[in-house]
């Protein structure tokens, strides 16, 4: 079946450090792949896409790649802030399907 | 700000009460969601609205009801609740033209069933 795995939070970081959430997931043929960001009180955001191998999504800072050889689509930044301090979603829209189908979340913390 | 405009906020209702949520949007978007989250969860889907017509039902209870009056509007009728219904209630709308373009989320109903 089709599904998405993320790594465990919570994440806690200081502000400027290097951010890595670790993504994979399940599929047949060739899914859309999605990050989302959900602020305290707030729904989801869209924060990134890729629909295709080797596609790189970007916004914000943030990046991830569409891996097929790995089935990953590891999210990154730079530098993070204060302000990044969310729950970050990965999620899968399978071939031929409309359903989003959601990682568990990784919740961030930065430490001023 | 979101596109999608959920309403009320927040919902505060008793297992006998009879209340309804509301989704609008204005993008001219021809899939239209419901899902619901509890705490530290992810999403999970509820009803998926294609051209106005239900499409998926993730084998909901008949508690919830789902209406779609128009393509901007979605309604989740709530009947005979459960203490354990209360979570925050997503909509979302995406553009059926592609099949992959991605949702979007309004900022949620948070309900509370007592």
């Known amino acids: 079946g089709n599904s998405v795995t993320q790594m465990e939070g919570p994440v806690t970081l200081s502000e400027e450090a290097f951010l890595t959430i670790n993504c994979t997931y399940t599929?047949?043929?060739?899914?859309?792949l999605f990050w989302y960001v959900q602020y305290p009180g707030e729904g989801l955001q869209l924060l990134l896409k890729?629909?295709?191998?080797?596609d790189k999504g970007s916004n914000k800072g943030f990046e991830a790649t569409y891996r097929k050889e790995t089935t990953s689509f590891h999210l990154e930044k730079g530098s993070v802030q204060v302000s990044d301090s969310a729950v970050y979603f990965c999620?899968?829209?399978?071939?031929?399907?409309?359903?989003?189908?959601f990682g568990s979340g990784t919740r961030l913390l930065v430490r001023p | 700000d979101t596109e999608v405009t959920q309403t009320p906020k927040h919902l505060v209702m008793g297992m006998t009460n009879k209340k309804s949520l509301k989704c609008e949007q204005h993008?001219?978007?021809?899939?239209m969601y419901w899902y619901k989250q509890k705490a530290k969860k992810p999403p999970e889907l509820m009803f998926v609205?294609?051209?106005?017509?239900?499409?998926i039902n993730e084998s909901v209870p008949s508690r919830f009801s789902p209406e779609c009056p128009n393509s901007s509007l979605l309604n989740l009728h709530l009947h005979a609740l459960q203490p354990e219904d209360s979570a925050l209630y997503l909509c979302?709308?995406?553009?059926?033209?592609?099949?992959?373009?991605?949702?979007?989320f309004g900022n949620g109903t948070r309900l509370t069933v007592t």
């Open positions: 999620a899968l829209v399978p071939d031929s399907s409309y359903k989003l189908i």
């Open positions: 993008m001219g978007h021809r899939a």
């Open positions: 890729a629909t295709k191998a080797d």
């Open positions: 979302a709308s995406s553009s059926r033209r592609e099949m992959n373009s991605p949702l979007h």
């Open positions: 609205y294609s051209y106005e017509k239900l499409s």
């Open positions: 599929a047949t043929g060739y899914p859309s």
